[in-house]
């Protein structure tokens, strides 16, 4: 007898899975530098630029950096200013710690964080290793209960369990007692499921056409039959609870039934009953994505009652029926779990007049997938409604809500904004994968020279370090990446954000709730009651957030904090002309770094080519002063013929000196900034384009789209 799994997933006899695991591969929101895979049907609709010129035979290219200040170049430091608790380059401490480790779990808010200034006291590695738990003890009874261990056996084995860290099913079957049918077998009867080998069975193709590769995949299970509206599936994991809630609650089956298979089994069988994918599954997702929408596009009711809906009159128990259909619902599920496997930062689904548009935005750029009919338009909003607990009824004003998905062991957050357009809601929903996976400032993008002062200043114990530029430039990634850098048992670090983009293991993170008046300000001024000594505001958008992070700043904390503005010198106008005296300015302000994202030509069909004159004028320079080839990508298997994987980051980094605090005092513009700190050797946006284009890491269009020169500033 298979048994029946419970509904709620918070079964007191089984653990919850944890909400997040650290260090576990995950799904991550576009990075710089991390190659993401844009899986799109149709070609990106920006239209990409091949370049007139016919490309150079790939070979040498002459790689020249303009500007770069000579590496002796130190970081001034201001006098009298107590050196960095680190020194600069000391390796990046990860944020992702291994759970377990007590020294890596996370302050409470009310302990009183260590000061770093003395050694710390080598911590004692897991305390309490020894211990037998209930549900080992259950299931070595029961091994002994078949006969496949004997009492003594037993004894050994938790003797053994109390030195070291290892699962007891392990060292049973490490030490030879048992072999893995038998512990299948005895895991099975603790839990009361069903052992199945897998050998003979073939799901049926109900099971497989109501389960969709992807989540088999993530949840690591295979559909078996699916019969009077219950799906039995196998797994390895009698714990895998939240598979089983994944299941229930993406594709809308009440009734969901485990049985229990070995591991190797049921990959076997999802190779065989999926076909053989090698990892990716894209083909047949879309495939089963168009086959969906087929079958929406052909079903008569949904026709009637879609076109009703989209009339004036609204029946709200159509609605209710078309958004809990089962299509509809798998519809979106597959939608979403794509976009999340490719790392999407945002999905769009928009009515117009004649056609219903489904994008997907990754690295910066939109893709659009197959559209689904137009009748679906209503059935579609009020399905991604329904998940985000919004008022399906209200058609007429926006909304916002959002939707929490546990994708492969992994939470992710989606903000969902919904809008009445002329020709129905236009949905937006934003992925926000607060996983941590490679927030690495070695990872983004900086310059070796640029890299190590960026670091110095982060090591600062007090001061503001600003990062700076428009949405979608990657600010939130740098500051987390610094900040993962920080995290660790001696430091104290809080941070304020809207959303709170990043979870991190360590971090004491405050989101802000506008609704409630749960501003940055408030934010900010009950963080410094909590003794911190690292501080992220998400933004200083005003005069008083920016005078409390002064305040913080000047009471010793660093702060760490974005601008909204185009590059570094004129984010001193912008804090000046929000009202902020220059004199607090130059006492607080230690570094500003204004930074873009630009596409990462893919690596496998890099082509060098040599520019035109019309192309080098377009980047505002004279053909004369060119310094070498550029590249681009032709598009090849690897980068789903794009020519692009990834991104990359520009960066301009201001470090304020003793010069720069006599001019800001004495008033100087944004002009006489910038020329000061070219003269001294600080590249612009611009200046760091030009290097990563001669470097073929990105492309002229990029660098001309995201990066301007001093002049056109
Ligand atoms: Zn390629």
Redesign the pocket.
């Known amino acids: 007898m298979s048994s029946p799994v419970p509904p709620n997933p918070n079964d007191p006899k089984k653990p919850a899975p944890p909400a997040q695991q650290p260090g576990a591969p995950k799904p991550a929101v576009p990075q710089p530098g991390q190659p993401a895979k844009p899986n799109a049907t149709t070609p990106p609709l920006g239209s990409k630029s091949i370049p007139t010129s016919k490309p150079g035979t790939p070979g040498q290219v002459p790689v020249s950096r303009p500007g770069i200040p000579p590496a002796s170049g130190s970081v001034p430091v201001r006098p009298g200013q107590p050196a960095a608790q680190r020194p600069a380059g000391t390796p990046p401490i990860a944020g992702a710690k291994p759970p377990g480790t007590p020294a890596a779990k996370p302050q409470a808010a009310g302990t009183p964080a260590p000061k770093p200034q003395p050694k710390p006291q080598p911590k004692p590695q897991r305390p309490k290793h020894g211990h037998v738990d209930s549900g080992s003890k259950a299931l070595g009874q029961k091994l002994v209960d078949l006969g496949f261990l004997d009492e003594a056996q037993l004894e050994l084995v938790y003797e053994e369990m109390r030195v070291s860290d290892q699962r007891f099913s392990n060292i049973c079957v490490h030490l030879g007692y048992i072999n893995d049918d038998q512990l299948l077998q005895a895991t099975a009867e603790v839990h009361g499921m069903k052992v199945m080998t897998l050998e003979d069975v073939k799901p049926t193709p109900e099971a497989i056409k109501v389960v969709p590769r992807n989540m088999a995949e993530l949840y690591k299970l295979v559909p078996l039959t699916f019969e009077a509206d219950t799906l039995t599936v196998a797994m390895s994991d009698p714990n895998n609870l939240e598979g089983l809630d994944g299941i229930r609650n993406l594709l809308g089956i009440r009734s969901v039934t485990a049985v229990l298979a070995p591991a190797s089994a049921i990959e076997a069988v999802m190779a065989k009953c999926y076909g053989k994918g090698g990892g990716s599954a894209g083909s047949g997702e879309e495939e089963s994505i168009t086959s969906i929408i087929a079958s929406l596009e052909n079903d008569k009711a949904f026709q009637k009652k879609g076109k009703k809906n989209r009339e004036t009159s609204i029946d709200l128990d159509d609605l209710t029926e078309m958004a809990n259909s089962a299509p509809v619902r798998k519809l979106i599920n597959m939608v979403l779990l794509m976009a999340i496997r490719d790392h999407a930062s945002d999905v769009h689904f928009e009515p117009f007049e004649d056609e219903y548009k489904m994008r997907y935005r990754c690295d910066g750029v939109l893709y659009e997938m197959v559209p689904p009919p137009r009748h679906l338009a209503s059935a579609i909003s009020s399905r991604i409604k329904v998940m985000s607990n919004l008022d399906i009824a209200e058609r007429r004003l926006p909304q916002d809500g959002r939707i929490e998905l546990n994708v492969g062991g992994n939470r992710v957050d989606m903000r969902v904004s919904v809008l009445p357009t002329m020709f129905g809601e236009s949905v937006v929903v934003r992925v926000l994968d607060r996983s941590n996976v490679g927030l690495d400032l070695g990872r983004i993008g900086m310059a070796p020279k640029l890299l190590h002062d960026f670091r110095v200043c982060i090591h600062k114990p007090n001061g503001i370090v600003f990062v700076t530029g428009p949405t979608g430039a990657g600010k939130t990634t740098t500051l987390y990446s610094a900040l993962s850098e920080l995290n660790d048992i001696e430091t104290k670090v809080i941070t304020t954000e809207d959303p709170v983009e990043y979870e991190i293991d360590g971090l004491i993170q405050v989101p802000i709730n506008a609704e409630i008046d749960m501003t940055f300000a408030v934010a900010l001024r009950a963080i410094l009651r909590q003794d911190p000594d690292v501080i992220l505001v998400g933004e200083v958008r005003d005069l008083e957030t920016a005078q409390i992070a002064i305040q913080a700043s000047l009471t010793g904390h660093l702060v760490f904090s974005t601008l909204h503005t185009n590059d570094a010198p004129s984010s001193v106008t912008r804090l000046r002309d929000m009202g902020v005296e220059p004199f607090l300015i130059t006492a607080t302000v230690e570094a500003i770094q204004a930074q873009r994202l630009v596409r990462r ?6 082509t060098w080519y040599e520019p035109t004159r019309d192309q080098v004028t377009e980047l505002n320079m004279k053909y004369e002063d060119l310094k070498g080839k550029f590249a681009f ?13 990834g991104r990359t980051g520009l960066y301009e980094l201001l470090i304020m000196d003793d010069d720069l605090r006599d001019m800001i005092s004495k008033g100087a513009s944004t002009d006489q900034l910038r020329n000061h700190i070219r003269q001294k050797g600080t590249l612009s946006l611009r200046d760091a384009g030009m290097a990563s284009l001669y470097e073929g890491l990105t492309t002229l269009d990029e660098i001309v789209r995201e990066t301007v020169t001093d002049d056109e500033a």
Do not use: A, P
């Not at 030509?601 to 890099?606: A, D, E, K």
């Not at 990508?633 to 994987?645: S, T």
């Open positions: 030509v893919c690596s496998n069909c890099r990508g032709e598009g090849c298997e690897k980068c789903n013929n794009l020519g692009f994987k």
